[in-house]
């Protein structure tokens, strides 16, 4: 065990300094002087309590004197004898200093009852620790540190000890000094947002200072101006932590993000929520304070862990008149009301409007914790009815500049607190509240049924609004907090969807009011709700509006959910749907998922719907599918078909739509595909026609032999010949003109001559079942288009053949004979290829030995 030599000095029970052996350095007492300290408090019988050591020599005599400063000096009379032949010297000499005063200090008896007194602090080690936690840059536990550094201070300023203001005061010397600011200020970039957040913290700390109504005068001016000094320094940040003037000015920007409906001006350009001193924070915590109860189990945690809301009661403002009926908890709440409500300019910069939504939120947090009895509901209507009154000093008010700070978040607690007590005002606040004038364009905000293309601009256009997306995201969840109050109740529905319908103009959140609404219609253990599930439908057609002509990434899912939603909604919607299409979906939707949707089993089951009305949603489906053929038959026609099929007229209709089509708007591949469908339906001659047309879309050269058509016009061929010889015989110089690939041509040939053409047979056609001459007509042409395939195919190979593709170019020739052989005179056409090939390529020595040994 260590024993440690520990002084404390005390002054009016505060300690005002402390040694200790152990030479442990911290801004908090090292555990010795703590364990001394809490022996004085604990046993202060047990130290013996002396008076002050002047008092003690005042009683002694000349003699008791001498002897106590010889002793003294022989104690410690390495240390001491300097400093004592020093002090006798003085003493002895009449004109020096020490007898110019009259008496001696005595460190023993404590200071006088007029000088300062506070508690002891070691300066320079929290400057030493400020500056190791702001140059490890707020990481690592750092941040921590300096937050719990903070805490200390306000835990200081709370038991009015005025080491509070010395300790912030050297924080804040440290943070003006941090290497960093200088850096970021050279580079024109912002701080960190851990920085911002520290340099708020350290700005609401100087609030609680310079706000301390205990504290003098003289003080106030010098902290007042200590902070002119620091604010005038180059590197101190500016209030949105960046540096360099890259905003817009504010000013510039009014003249042109024009006022709608009447003018109104801005009186405060500096709002109250949001503003770097916190002032409707500070008021609200302050008049609550007054107003808390404080319970025997306040700090206990709650059994979900979190702490406990706060308990108010009414404490009555002290003012002459008895019946004024306020107390300081309905004057906190009509200090957030009128702070919140307050019209005022969107900030500049991104981290003052992100502090705008924070601060906005912290308030809503501390109104919810508030019971509201009948007191509080008085002053909150009150508030309101001022609110909507309030001309330009209100958010709320009926005319507001487009450069205002949307009420949404604000208008969701109030119309969630008015609702029991007033359902009207809530109502009529919270619609007001829709509005995010910066968004609206300058057309007539009556007009819904072409809603705001303007979907797609929205972000450039508003480039120094950064919190746009949150803004409207809670406009949003304004907007679906009044849907879901107002189900069942026709009149309300019709004005929220109609102020949804004027306010809101980002699709991806009507859509999303939509599911919501729809969510809430239709509970899963009652009925659906009709008022709510039309106002579900109506939402997400004006989406499908919105989104027609814009690109939108989520659009097939929306296209899905509104057949969903018009399904719930019953026959009528779907019907008005494939009726109105065009105005809602293209052609391509309308088909493949809308009408296809609409025919299913499933949603027939789910409709449970008799005959007639099954026919009504089929013929109107059939409509649609030609109205989509006609105007996109690229993508619609297969689907045109298939919903077409059960009604002869209507597949005749697309039928004929395809074969128009086929000249001009379509490709090989669509083509093809639909001719495989014919196939597949029993109607191989309308195959065969389509695969024809197809046909003439398609080139294949001499070196395609792996194109994806390929087993198309393989498919197309045995069609042909399946059919028969007149067939085959219309096929093949298409093929001839269209394919100039050798393998493709041979491997038709080959399939051609292998059997007779027309064994799939057609009822009253006769087969003569006798294989096809290569000699004759149609497969003639074909054998002397692979013939001269070869040859093209053998010079293009031979003219940058390398050496490593000898062996394979010797198996292509051997390929090529067996194709010539099929010719009446074959071996001598070929034998003369030969020929040809060995004079034109005969400097390649080499290839030319080979093909002597293989073909002579």
């Not at 595909?673 to 047309?693: C, Q």
Request: glycine share 6%; with cysteine; net charge neutral.
């Amino acid at each position: 065990e260590m024993t440690y030599k520990v002084a404390i000095s005390f002054d009016r029970c505060k300690i005002t300094s402390v040694t200790c052996g152990c030479g442990n350095k911290d801004i908090f007492y090292c555990a010795h002087v703590v364990a001394l300290s809490l022996y004085r408090i604990r046993k202060p019988e047990q130290v013996k309590l002396r008076l002050p050591i002047s008092e003690t020599l005042f009683q002694m005599n000349r003699d008791q004197l001498q002897k106590f400063v010889q002793y003294l000096i022989t104690e410690h009379h390495t240390e001491v004898l300097p400093t004592a032949q020093k002090l006798a010297d003085d003493i002895l000499s009449s004109n020096s200093e020490i007898n110019q005063t009259h008496g001696a200090p005595d460190p023993t008896a404590g200071a006088s009852i007029d000088d300062e007194n506070c508690w002891h602090l070691d300066e320079e080690q929290v400057r030493e620790q400020v500056k190791l936690f702001l140059s490890q840059g707020g990481y690592y536990g750092s941040g921590k540190q300096l937050n719990s550094m903070f805490a200390k201070v306000r835990e200081m300023l709370r038991m009015r000890d005025s080491n509070g203001a010395r300790m912030l005061t050297l924080i804040t010397e440290q943070f003006m000094a941090d290497p960093r600011l200088s850096l970021w200020r050279q580079q024109g970039t912002g701080m960190t947002d851990k920085c911002r957040q520290l340099w708020d913290e350290l700005g609401a700390l100087w609030v609680c200072v310079v706000l301390n109504p205990h504290c003098k005068l003289e003080e106030k001016s010098c902290w007042l101006r200590q902070l002119r000094k620091w604010g005038d320094m180059d590197v101190c940040p500016l209030e949105d932590g960046s540096y360099g003037n890259e905003l817009p000015n504010i000013t510039d920007a009014l003249t042109q993000k024009l006022l709608q409906r009447g003018a109104t001006t801005i009186t405060n350009l500096e709002g109250w929520v949001g503003h770097p001193l916190n002032p409707v924070g500070c008021l609200f915590l302050t008049l609550t304070e007054a107003c808390r109860l404080e319970e025997e189990n306040c700090l206990e945690i709650s059994d979900a862990g979190d702490a406990k809301p706060p308990v108010y009661q009414h404490v009555p403002v002290a003012t002459g008149c008895q019946d004024s009926g306020e107390s300081y908890l309905s004057l906190a709440l009509e200090v957030a009301l009128m702070g919140m409500g307050q019209q005022r300019v969107m900030p500049e910069g991104l981290y003052a409007q992100d502090k705008v939504c924070r601060n906005e939120e912290q308030i809503s947090a501390r109104l919810q914790e508030l019971e509201l009895d009948a007191v509080l509901v008085q002053a909150l209507r009150k508030q309101c009815i001022l609110l909507l009154e309030g001309g330009p000093f209100s958010g709320l008010g009926e005319v507001i500049h487009r450069e205002s700070v949307p009420m949404h978040t604000f208008a969701k607690y109030l119309f969630s607190a008015l609702l029991p007590h007033d359902a009207d005002l809530a109502y009529k606040l919270a619609l007001r509240a829709m509005r995010l004038p910066v968004l609206e364009t300058t057309a007539p905000s009556g007009d819904v049924t072409h809603p705001h293309h303007l979907v797609s601009v929205v972000p450039s256009r508003y480039p120094r609004w950064f919190t746009l997306g949150h803004l409207e995201s809670q406009q949003c969840e304004l907007a679906s907090t009044m849907l879901t109050a107002a189900k069942g109740d026709m009149l309300r529905l019709r004005t929220v969807l109609e102020a949804i319908q004027k306010n809101i103009h980002s699709s991806s959140l009507i859509f999303k009011l939509a599911q919501d609404a729809f969510k809430i219609a239709t509970p899963a253990d009652s009925n659906p709700d009709t008022t709510l599930l039309n106002v579900a439908l109506e939402l997400g057609l004006q989406v499908m509006r919105m989104t027609l002509s814009t690109l939108n990434w989520r659009r097939r899912e929306m296209v899905r959910w509104l057949v969903t939603c018009a399904t719930e909604v019953g026959v009528r919607a779907l019907l008005s749907i494939l009726q109105n299409w065009y105005t809602l979906f293209t052609p391509t939707e309308a088909t493949s998922i809308v009408a296809a949707t609409v025919m299913s089993h499933n949603t027939i089951l789910r409709l449970s719907l008799d005959y007639p009305q099954r026919e009504e949603l089929a013929g109107c489906a059939r409509t649609l599918a030609l109205q989509c053929a006609m105007k996109d038959p690229q993508n619609c026609a297969l689907s045109a078909l298939t919903l077409c099929e059960k009604d002869h007229i209507a597949f005749e209709t697309a039928y004929q739509i395809v074969i128009d089509a086929a000249a001009t708007g379509m490709t090989y591949a669509q083509l093809f595909t639909i001719a495989r469908y014919m196939e597949h339906r029993g109607y191989p001659l309308r195959a065969f026609k389509l695969a024809s047309l197809a046909m003439t879309h398609l080139n294949l050269a001499y070196n395609q032999d792996t194109h994806p058509a390929i087993n198309d016009v393989l498919w197309a061929c045995a069609l042909s010949h399946s059919l028969g010889k007149n067939e085959l015989a219309a096929i093949i110089p298409l093929v001839v003109k269209s394919v100039h690939c050798a393998t493709v041509l041979s491997d038709i040939l080959r399939r051609c001559t292998m059997t007779a053409p027309g064994l799939a047979g057609i009822p009253g056609r006769r087969n003569s079942g006798k294989l096809m001459s290569t000699d004759k007509a149609p497969l003639r042409q074909l054998l002397d288009a692979t013939i001269s395939a070869y040859i093209n195919t053998t010079h293009s190979r031979l003219t940058h053949i390398s050496p490593r593709h000898y062996g394979e170019f010797i198996e292509f020739l051997s390929k090529a004979r067996e194709t010539f052989l099929l010719a009446q005179d074959g071996h001598l056409q070929f034998a003369q290829f030969i020929d040809n090939l060995k004079q034109i390529y005969k400097g390649k020595k080499k290839l030319m030995m080979l093909v002597r040994e293989r073909f002579g």
